[in-house]
Nanobody, 120 residues
Framework: QVQLVESGGGSVQAGGSLKLSCVVS????????MGWYRQYPGKKREWVAS???????FYVSSVKGRFTISQDKSGNPLYLQMNSLKTEDSAVYYC??????????????WGQGTQVTVSS
């Protein structure tokens, strides 16, 4: 059974920083990379950042220059360094990975989420 467990969330003032971690147990399809998503209250989960197996990274425009996704050399844990936090970054953050076989690399495994609250 695959488990993804996020940690590192909390409450900070605008302009502050947090570093989220995601520890993976079980087997995932590491070739598909991993990602971070966030969910605002009453809204659908949205993509924030992803990292390919070769280390290349991608970010949603609203966090570029402020967030950094990374992994230990082994691929585990996964991290999200969040700097210059804004109130609009307040959300539950989830890490994601691929476990299913077949064509494509859509994420199908998610953690329980960790709350990030940014106050002004």
């Amino acid at each position: 059974q695959v488990q993804l467990v996020e940690s590192g969330g909390g409450s900070v003032q605008a302009g502050g920083s947090l570093k989220l971690s995601c520890v993976v147990s079980g087997s995932i399809f590491t070739h598909c990379g991993m990602g971070w998503y966030r969910q605002y209250p009453g809204k659908k989960r949205e993509w924030v950042a992803s990292i390919r197996s070769d280390g290349t990274t991608f970010y949603v425009s609203s966090v570029k220059g402020r967030f950094t996704i990374s992994q230990d050399k082994s691929g585990n844990p996964l991290y999200l360094q969040m700097n210059s936090l804004k109130t609009e970054d307040s959300a539950v953050y989830y890490c994601a990975a691929r476990t299913g076989s077949g064509w494509g690399c859509d994420f199908d495994a998610w953690g329980q989420g960790t709350q990030v609250t940014v106050s002004s």
